[in-house]
Structure formats: C-alpha cells, structure tokens
C-alpha cells in the first residue's frame, strides 16, 4: 500500500496517534520542502515533490523495485518492511495530489489518510455553515473560470488561489463585472499555521483590496465571498449618471441577480424608444424595472406603466423606485396582454418580455398604440423573431432591426479580456400610414 497522509500548517501535531504512526514507519517519505520540514529527523529516504509527473514516476520504481537487489541492498528482506508515504496538505481527494495518484495508480494501491481541508477550516474560523458553498479552484486555472460562479450571484462561494489569481485579482474581476450582487470578502491566510490572519472586506473596502498589491497576502490564503443579507448598498442619487444606470445600482432577485437588461442594451432601447416628454409608455414584462426606472428618470413628465407578471418582480420594481425615488412609474401585476386593455393608450411600447403570448400581445399594441406611437421589442430567441418579423409584415408595419452583440472588458491578472453578454435583438415598429400627396397649385400675377 501506499499510503496518502494530509497534513496542515500544525504539522505532526494535527495528526492523529494512528497517522503519526504510520509516518513514522515510512521507509519512502515523499512530500514538499514544507511537509518534509514537520520532520526534519526522519531517517526514510526522501522525495521532494516538484514536478508530480516525475515524483510519480519515482514513486511507482520504488513501489516496484521490492525483492530486487536493490530492494535487498536497503536490508529489507520482506516487502512488508518497505512503506512508502505521500505527505499532502489538507484532504488529498480535495482538489489534492490524490487524484492524480488514482491516475497512475489502482485504488487498491493507495489509502488516503485525510486532514480538514481549507474550506472546512475557513468556514468554521469565520463561523458560518458550509453545506450549501460554491467552491471554486482557481488554482493553475484560469480567473475566467470564476466570472460563470459570480454572474449568477450564488450565496457562498469558497476560492481557492494561487500567486497569480490572489485576492486583489479576485477583487478586480468582480468590480468590474459591475453585478448586482453584492458581496462581503473573507479573506483566510495561513489557517491554523502561525502567523494565521482573516480578513473582511465590506462596501467600499472591496475597491481598497483590489488596489493591494499582489505580494500582500500569504502563500496559503483563502476567498469566501457571502452574499450581503439585504444585497443592496445605499444610493447617492446625486452621484448618479443622467442615463445608464450601473446595474449594480438596481435591486434584482436574489436568486437570479443577473436577470435584468444591463446598462449597455438598455442604453440601445432608450435610443431606440425615440422618447419624448409627456408621453404615454407601457413597459411589458419589466421584470425589476432597470428600464423603466430609466425611462421615468429621463423624461419626469411621463408616465410609465411596468406591466410584470410576478409578485417578486412587482415588489422589486416598487423598492426599485424608493430606491431612485422617481413617482411617475405605475408597477402592475398582471399577465398581458389580459392586463393591457384598461390602460391608458401608449405613445412608446417596450416589449421585454412576452410569456410565450407574443402574437396575442402584439394584437392589443395595435390596437392601443396612438397613431404617431413606435413600438421596441427586445428579442433573445430566433422563433419569436420569425415570429415577430412574420407579424409585422402581415399587419404592414414598418420596422428596423438591430442585432446587439456587446462584450465587456474585464482584468484577467495583468491582461484584460472580454467577457461576452448574451446577444439580443432589437425591432423598433411602427404601423404604416398611407399618406395622400396634395398638390397645391398658385397663381402668379
């Protein structure tokens, strides 16, 4: 047997009497310079792990080499006598040395002697339950790996680094992904080992640890991130833009906090919409209303109907206004287009959203739309544009289309890359109008 013994930063003391034993019977003791250093003493012959691939191939000639003469020239007579030990940190089987051991070896082979692992250490030294934590690796990874974790906005997430992918590049990737979602930093530096030190980061202190340098934090360090519980920071609404409202300013399902039109598509439907004062606007399927928070901020003299068919939607548009405190936004909850026919009649429609009830709605837009209105649609599918595009030319509207494909640039260590949104379509409609040309003759004298 081989035998796969985790360690932690309190070396042999952490280990049980069991392990310790079985240490220290090793006649093979393979391991790092800091996990051989826990026993500088040991008279086994040693392997230092540098490159894994080279250091399993010392391994697997040891563990072959017994009854050969070199076997024989060590004084061990029996196989039994021979022990070859593997020295890991934490958990072997946990994003550990272990898996690339049951590659090269059979698992009949190998048993695996576990220590708490990082995550389990982080965690309990900052007191939260761990069950239910994302936990990523980054480490020799990739930190684009981590942007798929962090745009759905789960709850907990457990980083694991390394030197390139440190806190601070953690930090930086998040803040500029500009999210909804709003985080507190754990940072957990050599756990159980001297000196140990955790770190919060909370707000604002969240752009003081991206500007750190990366030699700040220890080797051996850890990233929980928790979702705040109210998920929101307070608003300076006269520090806001005019237009283009950061998305991590908008109140979002917690659930879902990536469910909204950011800021760039939103800036193309408000151009679109062509609006104008004292207007008439339906916004259906506003979801949490970033557009129609838009709207009703630009143009004060409006009003702007956000037709959304959950309660959790309806809920998060009226805090949404709170929140910017615009009053001439009405939220309604309703399915459309059942919804849609007592309102008052629109001069500008945004259709974000449909239910699968497309044709049904575009049915009362027709009906309702004043006679100089324009109609936006914003479209993720190609069968409700076919469906849409095969509409409006039955009815003999006019209509553009724009294809809206945006990347945002995000740090990826010293670089930076662009992390794609999902691509959308716009069609801005309007009804055709016949128009009779009058000529209009004058005398001359």
Request: charge should be negative; aromatic fraction near 6%.
């Amino acid at each position: 047997m081989i035998d796969i013994v985790g360690i932690g930063l309190d070396g042999k003391a952490g280990l049980t009497e069991k392990v310790q034993k079985i240490v220290e019977e090793a006649t093979l003791l393979v391991g790092s310079d800091r996990h051989l250093s826990y026993f500088p003493d040991h008279p086994a012959e040693k392997i230092v792990l540098g490159d894994f691939l080279q250091a399993i191939e010392q391994i697997r000639q040891h563990h072959e080499v017994r009854g050969s003469p070199a076997f024989e020239r060590r004084g061990l007579s029996d196989s039994q006598d021979y022990s070859i030990v593997i020295l890991v940190s934490g958990d072997p089987l946990f994003f550990g040395l272990g898996r690339l051991l049951l590659e090269h070896f059979s698992a009949e082979q190998l048993c695996f002697h576990p220590h708490l692992c990082s995550v389990q250490l982080a965690f309990n030294k900052i007191k939260i339950p761990w069950q239910d934590a994302c936990i990523i690796s980054l480490h020799g990874r990739s930190l684009n790996e981590l942007i798929s974790y962090l745009q759905p906005g789960h709850p907990k997430l457990a980083i694991l680094t390394d030197g390139k992918n440190n806190p601070s590049a953690i930090a930086r990737l998040y803040l500029s992904l500009d999210l909804p979602t709003y985080y507190d930093f754990w940072i957990c530096e050599n756990l159980e080992g001297n000196p140990e030190k955790i770190t919060c980061y909370k707000g604002q202190e969240i752009e003081t640890l991206a500007s750190l340098p990366d030699h700040t934090f220890a080797l051996l360090n850890l990233v929980i991130l928790l979702q705040q519980e109210d998920n929101q920071l307070s608003l300076d609404l006269n520090k806001l833009p005019v237009l283009g409202l950061p998305d991590r300013t908008f109140l979002s399902f917690k659930d879902r906090p990536g469910l909204m039109t950011k800021k760039e598509i939103r800036l193309m439907i408000l151009g679109e919409l062509e609006l104008q004062n004292n207007q008439m606007v339906w916004d259906i399927g506003a979801g949490t209303g970033s557009v129609s928070i838009e709207i009703a901020r630009l143009c004060p003299t409006s009003q702007v109907y956000a037709i959304e068919k959950t309660a959790m939607g309806v809920t998060l548009i009226q805090q949404n206004c709170q929140r910017f405190q615009v009053s001439n936004l009405i939220p309604i909850q309703g399915n459309a287009p059942a919804m849609l026919s007592d309102l008052p009649n629109p001069n500008r429609i945004f259709i974000g959203g449909s239910g699968g009830s497309l044709i049904e709605i575009l049915e009362v837009c027709q009906r309702k739309l004043m006679s100089d209105g324009l109609l936006v649609i914003a479209l993720a599918t190609l069968e409700n544009l076919g469906t849409s595009l095969e509409w409006f030319k039955t009815n003999n509207w006019n209509y553009n289309l724009i294809e809206v494909q945006i990347s945002r640039s995000v740090p990826i260590n010293k670089l930076t890359r662009f992390s794609p949104l999902n691509p959308v379509i716009l069609i801005q409609a309007k009804p055709f109008v016949s128009i009779r040309k009058l000529t209009i003759g004058s005398s001359c004298h």
